[in-house]
Nanobody
Framework: VQLVESGGDLVQAGDSLRLSCVAS????????MAWFRQAQGKEREIVAATGWRFPHTYYAESGKGRFTISNHTARNTVSLQMNSLKPEDTSVYFC????????????WGQGTQVPVSS
Protein backbone atom coordinates (compact mmCIF):
# COMPACT_ATOMS: atom_id res chain seq x y z
CA VAL A 1 0.00 0.00 0.00
CA GLN A 2 1.35 3.41 -0.99
CA LEU A 3 0.16 6.54 0.77
CA VAL A 4 0.56 10.16 -0.27
CA GLU A 5 -0.55 13.00 1.99
CA SER A 6 -1.32 16.57 1.05
CA GLY A 7 -2.93 19.66 2.51
CA GLY A 8 -0.46 20.73 5.17
CA ASP A 9 -0.11 24.49 5.53
CA LEU A 10 0.76 27.26 7.99
CA VAL A 11 -2.42 28.34 9.74
CA GLN A 12 -3.43 30.51 12.67
CA ALA A 13 -5.06 29.35 15.88
CA GLY A 14 -8.78 28.89 15.34
CA ASP A 15 -8.41 28.12 11.63
CA SER A 16 -9.55 24.96 9.87
CA LEU A 17 -7.53 22.71 7.58
CA ARG A 18 -8.25 19.57 5.62
CA LEU A 19 -5.60 16.92 5.04
CA SER A 20 -5.94 14.27 2.35
CA CYS A 21 -4.31 10.88 1.89
CA VAL A 22 -4.49 9.04 -1.41
CA ALA A 23 -3.99 5.31 -1.08
CA SER A 24 -2.99 2.87 -3.81
CA UNK A 25 -2.48 -0.85 -3.79
CA UNK A 26 -4.39 -4.09 -3.67
CA UNK A 27 -7.25 -5.00 -1.38
CA UNK A 28 -7.53 -1.56 0.21
CA UNK A 29 -10.94 -2.45 1.63
CA UNK A 30 -9.16 -4.85 3.98
CA UNK A 31 -7.13 -2.06 5.60
CA UNK A 32 -7.64 0.25 8.54
CA MET A 33 -6.59 3.81 7.75
CA ALA A 34 -5.34 6.28 10.31
CA TRP A 35 -3.83 9.68 10.82
CA PHE A 36 -0.92 10.08 13.21
CA ARG A 37 1.05 13.15 14.18
CA GLN A 38 4.46 13.82 15.60
CA ALA A 39 5.48 17.09 17.18
CA GLN A 40 9.12 18.04 17.44
CA GLY A 41 10.75 16.19 20.29
CA LYS A 42 7.70 14.04 20.98
CA GLU A 43 6.62 10.53 20.10
CA ARG A 44 4.30 9.83 17.22
CA GLU A 45 0.67 9.57 18.35
CA ILE A 46 -2.52 8.43 16.70
CA VAL A 47 -5.09 11.11 15.93
CA ALA A 48 -7.94 9.18 14.30
CA ALA A 49 -8.66 5.93 12.47
CA THR A 50 -11.34 4.47 10.23
CA GLY A 51 -12.03 1.47 8.02
CA TRP A 52 -12.84 1.48 4.32
CA ARG A 53 -15.75 -0.90 4.16
CA PHE A 54 -16.94 -0.56 7.73
CA PRO A 55 -16.26 3.07 8.64
CA HIS A 56 -16.19 2.76 12.39
CA THR A 57 -14.07 5.62 13.62
CA TYR A 58 -11.68 6.18 16.49
CA TYR A 59 -10.53 9.54 17.81
CA ALA A 60 -7.84 10.36 20.30
CA GLU A 61 -8.92 12.72 23.06
CA SER A 62 -6.83 15.48 21.55
CA GLY A 63 -9.03 15.67 18.47
CA LYS A 64 -12.49 14.72 19.70
CA GLY A 65 -15.06 17.32 18.73
CA ARG A 66 -12.60 19.15 16.48
CA PHE A 67 -11.28 16.56 13.99
CA THR A 68 -13.25 14.40 11.58
CA ILE A 69 -11.80 11.46 9.63
CA SER A 70 -13.62 10.42 6.47
CA ASN A 71 -13.03 7.86 3.76
CA HIS A 72 -13.95 8.43 0.15
CA THR A 73 -13.81 4.98 -1.34
CA ALA A 74 -14.47 6.04 -4.92
CA ARG A 75 -11.28 8.11 -4.83
CA ASN A 76 -9.26 5.87 -2.48
CA THR A 77 -8.84 8.92 -0.26
CA VAL A 78 -8.96 9.38 3.49
CA SER A 79 -9.26 12.92 4.77
CA LEU A 80 -8.82 14.58 8.14
CA GLN A 81 -10.85 17.73 8.67
CA MET A 82 -9.35 19.76 11.49
CA ASN A 83 -11.30 22.64 13.01
CA SER A 84 -10.48 25.11 15.78
CA LEU A 85 -6.79 24.40 15.45
CA LYS A 86 -4.53 25.15 18.40
CA PRO A 87 -0.80 25.85 18.56
CA GLU A 88 -0.39 22.50 20.29
CA ASP A 89 -1.71 20.81 17.14
CA THR A 90 1.52 21.84 15.42
CA SER A 91 3.00 18.59 14.10
CA VAL A 92 3.93 16.59 11.08
CA TYR A 93 0.83 14.58 10.18
CA PHE A 94 1.18 11.10 8.72
CA CYS A 95 -1.26 8.84 6.97
CA UNK A 96 -0.92 5.15 7.87
CA UNK A 97 -2.53 1.84 6.99
CA UNK A 98 -2.63 -1.66 8.42
CA UNK A 99 -4.52 -4.82 7.56
CA UNK A 100 -7.56 -5.35 9.75
CA UNK A 101 -6.53 -7.35 12.77
CA UNK A 102 -2.86 -6.42 12.52
CA UNK A 103 -1.14 -5.11 15.63
CA UNK A 104 0.80 -2.30 14.03
CA UNK A 105 0.73 0.13 11.15
CA UNK A 106 3.35 -0.85 8.62
CA UNK A 107 2.44 1.44 5.74
CA TRP A 108 3.23 5.14 6.06
CA GLY A 109 3.10 8.27 3.97
CA GLN A 110 5.87 10.83 3.88
CA GLY A 111 4.07 13.25 6.20
CA THR A 112 2.75 16.77 5.78
CA GLN A 113 3.57 19.69 8.07
CA VAL A 114 0.94 21.66 9.91
CA PRO A 115 2.35 24.64 11.84
CA VAL A 116 -0.27 26.49 13.88
CA SER A 117 0.65 30.01 14.97
CA SER A 118 -0.84 31.67 18.01
Amino acid sequence: VQLVESGGDLVQAGDSLRLSCVASGRNLSLYVMAWFRQAQGKEREIVAATGWRFPHTYYAESGKGRFTISNHTARNTVSLQMNSLKPEDTSVYFCAAKPRGANSYDNWGQGTQVPVSS
